[in-house]
């Protein structure tokens, strides 16, 4: 069965917990059930289970749908009387200026609205404890933000009262709050929607998905994953470059993927120059026949040189393990895999009375802090705009997200319930074992 063949009319409305009160002062537009924007053309098909479609076709149920994002015809908010704010959460990531630019430009030109808060470093901007003032944001301010990699709010990672935060949304004046940030930041942010929807106080929580990992589920990608595999191919690059350029050289690079390896996955493919991919979901040896180790001395043997890359969550099991780290907002800190393969390469080599030259490169902090690439501005823009839309229509307790290449909305609780992986059995994955015939350091 091909979605494509049920038409919109068979679809029913995913609940994403619109409001069921109008705003001060704004009620001629609010749709009269008070349930939201109901069109056809607003939904899309939960395409990614088709066995459970069809298992609901065939019962004659109502098939489930994932409301399209985009301007509507109504909106809620009343647009001269209505306070935005922006907030950026956790790590950094390409793009961040580009969505803060977007989110003010559309707010302030396509709405209307005057008053845009910029809340300063991440969730502390809203705990009045830290002293953080907001930023009034103007067009003038933001339009040259997308020539700067970081972010012009700040950001930080460390949990925040939910309580206290809501109290100073309230006491600012806010009517739709902005999170841009990835699943940590979107878990903040579900807190902040329930209470607000606790209180009754009819503040909007918008959600923006941002990783450089990829790692949020039910999206295509998110943005900066794009720039950041990007700028690490010249990290990789540099390491084939280093590891031809000496007899028996080795180079390797240490990427960052907290829990999933598709920054080391594409820069590989892109590159065309790795011979090794290790990547948190796909365990390795690195002693006896099949082992790292010894695959590597077989490179060497054969064509002279070897480029390895490593994501930063690859081999938790070989590394010694000190006591369990985690960083302020819960994340386990992994151990140092990079260094580890260095020195045990070394050793190894050593003990083979093998002279090698390993050159190891960790461009982990340069990669994520450069400005996004064009197609991720692109990107970046499309979802600012989406996210503008829909928190002038009223949306709360949701994300803004592309989707089987359609811009949707989903409810922020889906996209925090895991992270996403690369699959080893999928195609990312055999596409790297076909482009780097490294098989024999996988395990089993
Ligand atoms: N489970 C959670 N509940 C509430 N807030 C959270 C949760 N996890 C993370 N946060 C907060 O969200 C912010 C960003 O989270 P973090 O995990 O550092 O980055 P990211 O959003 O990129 O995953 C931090 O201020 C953090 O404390
Ligand atoms: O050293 P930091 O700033 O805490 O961040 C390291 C982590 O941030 C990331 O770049 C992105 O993580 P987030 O999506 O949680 O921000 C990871 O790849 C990396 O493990």
């Not at 909007?204 to 949020?216: A, E, M, R």
């Not at 065309?272 to 790292?292: M, R, T």
């Not at 002279?355 to 991720?376: N, Q």
Request: charged share 20%.
């Amino acid at each position: 069965m091909s979605h494509s063949t049920i038409s919109l009319e068979e679809l029913v409305i995913t609940n994403l917990g619109e409001k069921k009160f109008p705003s001060p002062g704004w009620q001629r537009n609010f749709s009269a059930d008070g349930t939201g924007w109901h069109t056809d053309g607003d939904r899309i098909l939960l395409c990614d289970h088709t066995a459970e479609l069809e298992a609901s076709l065939a019962k004659g149920e109502p098939l489930p749908s994932i409301e399209l994002a985009g301007p509507r015809k109504e909106i809620f908010f009343n647009p001269t009387q209505t306070c935005v704010a922006i907030v950026t959460c956790g790590g950094l990531c390409p793009g961040l200026n580009d969505v803060i630019r977007t989110i003010v430009m559309q707010s302030y030109y396509a709405y209307g609205v005057r008053r845009i808060l910029g809340i300063q470093y991440g969730y502390e901007g809203l705990d009045p404890a830290y002293g953080h003032r907001p930023l009034e944001l103007t067009p003038e301010m933001v339009m040259n933000l997308p020539y700067f990699g970081g972010t012009f709010l700040g950001s930080s990672r460390g949990r925040k009262d939910t309580k206290v935060m809501v109290n100073r949304l309230e006491a600012l004046g806010v009517n739709i709050l902005f999170v841009i940030g990835g699943d940590g930041s979107q878990r903040g942010a579900t807190d902040l929607f329930e209470e607000c929807q606790l209180r009754g106080n009819g503040i909007s929580i918008i959600g923006v998905p941002k990783t450089i990992d990829n790692d949020l589920m039910f999206m295509d990608r998110s943005f900066g994953y794009q720039t950041a595999f990007a700028a690490a191919c010249h990290a990789v690059t540099g390491a084939h470059a280093e590891a031809r350029g000496a007899r028996n050289g080795i180079g390797l690079v240490k990427l960052m993927g907290r829990d999933s390896g598709f920054i080391a996955c594409s820069a590989a493919l892109a590159t065309g120059e790795v011979n090794f991919v290790l990547i948190p979901e796909v365990d390795f040896d690195l002693e006896g026949e099949q082992g790292l180790l010894a695959a590597l001395d077989r490179r060497l043997e054969q064509r002279g040189h070897a480029v390895i890359v490593v994501a930063e969550g690859a081999g938790q099991d070989l590394v010694p393990a000190s006591q369990a780290r985690l960083d302020a907002s819960g994340n386990k800190l992994h151990e140092d895999i990079g260094v580890f393969l260095r020195d045990r390469i070394n050793g190894y080599f050593k003990s083979q009375d093998k002279e090698v030259t390993l050159k190891y490169i960790d461009p982990s902090y340069t990669i994520r802090s450069v400005p996004a690439a064009p197609e991720d501005r692109v990107f970046c823009l499309n979802l600012a705009r989406h996210a503008v839309h829909a928190g002038m229509a009223g949306k709360t307790g949701m994300v803004v997200a592309r989707w089987h290449q359609r811009f949707v909305h989903l409810p922020m609780k889906v996209v925090t319930r895991g992270r996403r992986k690369v699959d080893p059995h999928g195609d990312l994955w055999r596409s790297v074992v076909e482009a780097t015939g490294q098989p024999a350091v996988m395990k089993g």
